[in-house]
DNA sequence: CTTGTTATTGCAATTACTTGCAATAAGGAT
DNA sequence: ATCCTTATTGCAAGTAATTGCAATAACAAG
């Protein structure tokens, strides 16, 4: 069984259906090495797929990030990107140079725990994002 | 010296202007219970100032948020918005029903520490939002 | 394989946000 | 008070993102 075949099952399942849309979309997340923005999603997607619409994107992009399959993250000023979803993860921005890490989520475990008790709500992990200045940008 | 002043003067010191403009949508913010879209804002400012067009309030609350005079947030689907900077803090939001929480940036001090540890990365402070689920809606 | 149901897409129109540039006006200097 | 410099705004046009709805196509069932 082929992992296109896994990810067709798992939508299925939940009521949902597989399209060729989403296979593109999610092959183009899956090949990029970082984050892409939604038209550089459509952009890429276009090779495989040229008669993909722009609502399709936002809209696939979406559905993925709802169900697990894509990550979406703020990076910057107000506007998602997204990534194929791995392992859970956050990421530090560099101001000046635009330098990303990858900070894994097992760091924040304990600050997790702690807003749950202290508000008593039951967190479901974002994807955050932190600002500062790398150590050659200080 | 009125707080007005105080701001004016803040703003000259570092070679900006003080405008009607900016009066007015520092004043919608400092007057709206929590966040504000830049369309609300917009909305609200009309009542004071007219004239005031969309591209100046996208402008002034990047402007104020640069400067520290607002803080910008990203609740739910990437969207920005905005509200009057006062203590450093960040949110939890409920997916489920879109109360909201504060909580204190010094809870997030120690992972703060962690991450510049972790990174070598002098991390200034962001605005961050985590999702969940509250009491209620668990 | 054919049919029926309905999730999903594309289209067209709308709304949200951004950008370049000329006109305006804040605030320092005379 | 008037002039000068230039930060800031408004305008007009462009790009990005969203929405409603009819057409399409997954996929379950016969």
């Known amino acids: 069984m082929s992992c296109t075949d896994h990810l067709t099952e798992a939508l299925r399942i939940r009521g949902y259906r597989m399209t060729s849309q989403r296979l593109v979309i999610l092959q ?19 090779a495989s797929l040229p008669g993909l619409t722009e609502p399709t994107i936002y809209r696939t992009l979406e559905f993925l990030t ?7 993250a703020h990076v910057g000023s107000g506007k998602l990107v997204y990534e194929i979803a791995r ?14 890490v990858e900070i894994d989520h097992a760091v924040l475990k304990t600050l997790y725990a702690e807003i749950e008790t202290f ?7 974002s994807h955050l994002t932190f600002f500062g200045l790398c150590p050659d940008c200080v």
């Open 28 to 46: 183009v997340l899956h090949d990029a090495a970082g984050h892409l923005s939604p038209l550089e999603v459509r952009d890429r997607a276009a």
């Open 66 to 72: 709802k169900h697990g399959l894509a990550l979406a």
């Open 87 to 100: 392992h859970h993860h956050h990421h530090v921005i560099c101001r000046a140079c635009g330098r990303e």
């Open 119 to 125: 508000t008593g709500f039951h967190l479901n992990t």
